[in-house]
């Protein structure tokens, strides 16, 4: 046997050759004794090597009066060293002492999914295990088994995974894992599917729900954990069955009690099963425009149906259905003030026609249509031009001779330009004028006029109108003004009498920016579009035109299929005009350099890029029309914070209005789990000015 004492800070001795045993019992006697000295006689003990962290100081007090083991022994040191704030790890065969907070970046025993804790080191070890969770999420674990770890150790969710990553000691992490193993249990039982005999499916559901305090199964937390606490139930109409998922056994039990209770035969189905009246409220369809259509169905089938019968010798009635009833379409009736239908049909025949009823009365898509209308025009004009006019003589001469060059009209004519200036009213054209004008018989006379001139002008405009509208709806909207314009008149000027009574008919037009759009959503998640848009303006320089104001038009009308969520070209116009107009002295106009003083030239280019771009998005539910809003107010809002004025002391009006703070958000779990729209950014950004050169 080995045996251990310490009289003075610490005398260790062995039994020779005992260590060739490593079963031999031992017995410890330390009395504040150094860690370091009570560390290298275990590394004895064990056959190991130990190193001591040059952190650890102090005295340790560990005395076991029964021989044990020499495994037991080592936790007993482990556990006298954790009173100290101190612990051992073990990495790669090597024994380490170093203070508690470090013990979590000293091990290197890992281990995964293993919650009975077989696989982890014994005794007081430190190590690290990965828990993955089947049901419960990670992140609610965590706030439950954080206070019972220690403190210098850690706890960590990974969602992505839903798993756990502890590291603590070793019989903690056992017992972590027979707590995590009783939690991470399914929180809703099984699928089960329940067939109604009497009652219909899609009428019986939200009526349980309601009775047991349920609207909606909440949605799975992240990591694919089951946290589904509340009651789903569905209604399968083609079955005419429930399905349901409970939150527990006690639950689904509720649920079948209140089914079974509930799903009786009607009352007045007892008597007369022609005389039966049903009343269905529609939740999304129109009553009038279902009933046409409920009506057409039953009368085409009562019409198919009625040869095959009268063939076979019956009465003409097919599968439940009253071909005389159909006809005359007294089976269906709309109340619009309630936007329900009333039925009168037998059992069988309202079953038929109320499956029908519940596919028709599906939430409508809905299409959120932006468009984009860009237009870029440059325009660039240069003029230049050199007159002159002479007189050969003298004055009293009976002939004098003139001599001269005059290009263009108007103010850009030498003539008119002096003309002008002896009657005191001269309006040169725009640009640079150098003229010259000779004193003539105590008269000044314009007698040389040169003129350039260069012009540019560019326009960028950007149109992007939206719209929101339901499938197969058609939804317009204008932008514009409404302009008259005269399409007739009559005056009686050629009346004996003095009185003029004038006439005039007007039409008013629409001026500005339409757009009409029929969305069609098909399964695969591709859009048709039917388009018609327009651009309109009137011509400046018309309106007061006799024969009424000139506009400029640009129309688009087209059908095109269009991917949720992606952008389309529709259309547009790459135009470039160049005119260029010389005037000149025929021979001198030609000479190089000198012939500048005999000719005026003018050039001018207009290019002009128009483009009409298209993207339509689809909204489903009311969580992605929540979105879209609240996305497209957050645009607005934020423009107008951004455009206020200067703050100023002397006009003191320093605020212009912003749109309040929208309405919060519903709640995920209420409105079921998100489904991401294709792209909901706005379809451009206006750029910000480039800084100047």
Do not use: C
């Not at 399914?186 to 219909?200: F, Q, R």
């Not at 209770?261 to 007045?268: E, I, M, T």
């Not at 108007?410 to 003229?435: E, H, M, Q, Y």
């Amino acid at each position: 046997m080995v045996w251990a004492t310490a009289t003075f800070p610490i005398d260790v001795w062995a039994q020779k050759g005992a260590l060739a045993n490593a079963s031999d019992p031992v017995t410890l006697n330390f009395q504040n004794a150094e860690i370091e000295a009570v560390a290298r006689t275990f590394a004895s003990i064990t056959g190991k090597n130990v190193v001591v962290d040059p952190r650890v100081k102090g005295t340790l007090t560990l005395v076991i009066d029964q021989p044990v083991s020499r495994a037991v022994a080592l936790s007993q040191f482990v556990a006298a060293l954790r009173l100290q704030g101190f612990t051992l790890v073990e990495a790669s065969g090597l024994y380490k002492v170093v203070p508690e907070a470090e013990a979590k970046l000293q091990t290197s025993a890992v281990t995964v999914d293993d919650p009975d804790g077989r696989a982890i080191a014994g005794g007081n070890q430190i190590a690290t295990q990965i828990f993955k969770l089947n049901h419960e999420s990670a992140n609610n674990l965590v706030p439950v088994l954080r206070p019972l770890i220690s403190p210098n150790n850690t706890i960590n969710a990974s969602p992505g995974s839903n798993a756990l990553v502890i590291t603590d000691y070793a019989d903690n992490l056992r017992r972590l894992g027979r707590i995590i193993a009783a939690m991470d249990v399914a929180n809703a039982t099984d699928v089960e599917v329940i067939g109604l005999k009497h009652a219909i499916a899609s009428d019986l559901a939200p009526l349980v729900l309601r009775l047991l305090g349920s609207t909606s199964a909440v949605a799975p937390a992240t990591g694919g954990a089951d946290t589904s606490f509340k009651t789903t139930l569905l209604a399968e109409p083609r079955s005419n069955a429930l399905i349901v998922r409970a939150s527990n056994a006690a639950q689904l039990a509720l649920v079948r009690s209140l089914v079974s209770k509930l799903d009786q035969p009607d009352a007045s189905s007892v008597g007369d099963a022609a005389g039966n009246i049903h009343v269905v409220y529609l939740k999304n369809a129109d009553a009038t425009k279902l009933a046409t259509t409920l009506r057409a169905a039953m009368s085409g089938q009562a019409q198919a149906a009625a040869p095959t019968a009268a063939g076979q010798g019956g009465p003409g009635v097919a599968a439940g259905v009253a071909p005389s009833a159909s006809t005359t379409g007294g089976q269906i009736q709309a109340d619009a003030a309630t936007n329900s239908l009333i039925i009168t049909a037998p059992e069988p025949q309202y079953r038929q026609m109320r499956a029908v009823i519940d596919k028709l009365d599906a939430r409508r898509a809905q299409v959120f249509v932006e468009s984009l209308i860009a237009e870029v025009s440059v325009d660039k004009a240069a003029e230049f031009g050199i007159q002159w006019q002479g007189a050969l003589g003298n004055a009293g001469d009976g002939v004098i001779g003139l001599l001269g060059t005059n290009f263009g009209a108007g103010g850009k004519n030498i003539i008119d330009l002096a003309v002008g200036a002896a009657s005191g009213t001269v309006a040169p054209a725009r640009g640079l004028n150098i003229g010259a004008a000779p004193r003539t018989n105590g008269v000044y006379v314009l007698g040389f006029l040169a003129r350039f001139l260069e012009d540019s002008g560019s326009g960028n405009v950007l149109s992007t109108p939206n719209l929101l509208t339901l499938d197969n709806e058609e939804a317009k909207i204008v932008i514009g003004q409404n302009v008259p314009f005269v399409t007739g008149q009559f005056t009686n000027t050629g009346s004996t009498t003095s009185t003029v009574n004038p006439f005039q008919t007007i039409e008013r037009k629409d001026v500005g920016l339409t757009l009409k759009v029929k969305p069609q959503i098909s399964e695969n998640g591709t859009v048709k579009l039917a388009i018609f848009q327009e651009v309109s303006s009137v011509l400046a320089s018309t309106v007061n035109a006799v024969n009424g104001p000139t506009t400029n038009k640009r129309t688009i009308e087209s059908n095109v299929l269009v991917e949720d969520g992606s952008i389309v070209v529709l259309g547009g116009l790459l135009q470039d005009e160049y005119a260029g107009n010389a005037e000149k002295v025929p021979g001198l106009g030609d000479v190089p350099l000198f012939g500048n003083l005999f000719k005026s030239e003018a050039r001018s280019r207009k290019k002009t890029n128009l483009m009409v771009f298209l993207r339509p998005v689809v909204v489903r539910d009311a969580r992605d029309s929540e979105r879209l809003s609240l996305d497209r107010y957050d645009l607005m809002r934020s423009g107008l914070k951004d455009n206020q004025p200067l703050p100023s002391s002397l006009v003191p009006v320093n605020e212009s209005p912003t749109l309040p703070l929208p309405p919060p958000a519903k709640s995920a779990n209420a409105l079921g789990a998100p489904t991401p729209l294709p792209n909901t950014a706005p379809l451009i950004t206006l750029p910000t000015a480039p800084a100047a050169q």
